[in-house]
């Protein structure tokens, strides 16, 4: 098992920015894909980002490409989303995942923990 743990939501401005955090314990955090998906009201779950276990391969939604940045600590069993020039758009509830996967899987189904979400208001 792996518990993964959500931070740094909140409300902010357009233009402005936030970083998530997701803690995670219990399994070998380095031994995982960690991705980051959000989901919007009335809309359906949605990839944002994913980095592979070692950080060398990121992948983005081409909609917060050159705006967001996944980065992760295995030191520190974290993994963060650095969010820049926020738009109203981007207020969804975002949701850390944990894959164990050899490649970067931007696909939900493919990873095996989730945590339980932080919500990230934009307003204009």
């Known amino acids: 098992q792996v518990q993964l743990v959500e931070s740094g939501g909140g409300l902010v401005q357009a233009g402005g920015s936030l970083r998530l955090s997701c803690a995670a314990s219990g399994r070998t955090f380095s031994n995982y894909c960690m991705g980051w998906f959000r989901q919007a009201p009335g809309k359906e779950r949605e990839f944002v980002a994913v980095?592979?276990?070692?950080?060398?391969?990121?992948y983005y939604a081409d909609s917060v490409k050159g705006r967001f940045t996944i980065s992760r600590d295995n030191a520190r069993n974290t993994v963060y989303l650095q969010m820049n020039s926020l738009k109203p758009e981007d207020t969804a509830v975002y949701y850390c995942?944990?894959?164990?996967?050899?490649?970067?899987?931007?696909?939900?189904?493919?990873?095996?923990?989730w945590g339980q979400g932080t919500q990230v208001t934009v307003s204009s």
């Open positions: 980095i592979s276990w070692g950080g060398r391969s990121t």
């Open positions: 995942a944990a894959a164990a996967s050899n490649v970067v899987p931007t696909t939900a189904t493919l990873y095996n923990y």
